[in-house]
């Protein structure tokens, strides 16, 4: 063990002296430090805006004076989907999605403001978020520190004198990897401390120490690659060339190719197509407005029966509302089909991209850490869920007033003059309905289970890249 740290001591005294890995480990440190402040600070910022702004929202609903409850059925309301404790370094798929969403009767609108529709096309590389520094940038610095790490001791000889003078290669090896590791871990350190300082804002201990182990594995990995590169090659020249080729293709290429094979092989409807298919359904279901629509000619006789009248003025309901109430029932079904086809549509490309990280530790570092952060695709779809059902709940709970409290014959009569539109107005206390939106991360266990496959593809890197390390040391005895 004392070799082991010995050679570790001398690679960290040699890039000492060198100054280049020394300056590529301050740089690496202080870009992870300010990507972490910045991150965080944003992030911040945004939770304190989205929170303010939900209340805001469901302050205006309930503050709305006497209306039409149809009125306020048009009127709407707005939900806001605040970022998770870990999204001040995994961001997750927040900027693509859209973190708020406009809900109003019959229609199932799509979450807005998203970072990368209102961003350029270079918004991915011009915001260096902690978790895209350190899955795509820190392994270039751990290669552009290790790459000579064996070849530099081959090609000045040295090797073959530390062999003969009874070093064990492998404590020679260990050491060196050693220092690598500790590098990275040195780049690490910021994103450690913006995961403590998220469980310190609500985020569970085991979900942070679950998302820091898992770049600690990163690291170990990519350690591992460079130090079985530099040991299998015999020049420096050569190691550095065939380490950035594996990086540009590990880290750029592949991810990139694996999100373009998933949309081939799961192939989605565009949006006009899936628009058109939505109201060609519409159509067949009935003018909701239109209490005479031929649609509702059941509903009608249904209620005739019920209540034993003959006519619509009879009814102890206000069939109009009464209409609005089925038509949305009907509508939110035929919705909620077309939606929970397009999610899945969704999440078969995500699930197949994901499993291009058997064949790089970055596409498998990305999905783990969305996974536990609480900002992975299927975050999004159960705060697309959450926020149907209370559009479904506040939009019915309203054509219910209207059914229920508005009398049939004053509802027909609204336009006539000011005072029967007056007339058709229901109190305002029946907007307190309105329940309120809190939408929160999954149980730390439950994103635990969820993100194990990811962890396994990782630490299936690991193995082969020790493997490879066996067969490279192989090679030199």
Known sequence: MSIIKQVAKDEWRFWHRTKLAATIIV????????SAIVNTITMQQAQHERTHLQHTSESRFV????????????????????????SIIEPGVDAFTGTAIFLEGHRQNSAMFSDQRQGSGMTRFSSLTPSFLFQVLVPLFVIMIGYPSVTREKEAGTLNIMLTQGVNLWHLLMGKYLALVSSGLLMLLPLILAASWASINGESLLASGAFVSGYVLYILIWSGIVLTVSTINSKSSVSFAVLVSLWIALCILLPRIGSSSAAAIAPSEGKLEADFAVAEQLRKLGDGHNAADP?????????????????????????RGAVAEFS?????????????KRMQDELAQTQIARQFGWITPATALRSFSMMISGTSLETHHRFLREAETLRYDFVQ?????????L???????????????????????????LSSFNFQPEAASTRLGQSLPYFIQLLFWAAFVGLLLRIAVRKIR
């Open 63 to 86: 503050d709305q004076p006497d209306r039409h409850p149809h009125r306020m059925v048009h009127y709407g309301h707005y939900v806001f989907r605040a970022p998770t404790p870990l």
């Open 397 to 405: 709970s309203l054509n219910e007033v209207h059914r229920d409290r």
């Open 328 to 340: 949305e029932k009907k509508l939110t079904t035929l919705l909620n089909t077309f939606a929970e």
């Open 27 to 34: 740089i690496g440190t202080l870009l992870t430090i300010f």
């Open 407 to 433: 009398h049939y014959q004053t509802d027909m009569d609204r336009s006539k003059d000011h005072n029967s539109n007056q007339a058709a107005r229901v109190d305002a206390s029946n907007w307190q309905i």
């Open 295 to 319: 649609a509702f000619e059941q509903l009608k006789q249904n209620l005739f029966a019920k209540y034993n009248v003959n006519k619509i003025e009879d009814l102890p309901v206000n069939f």
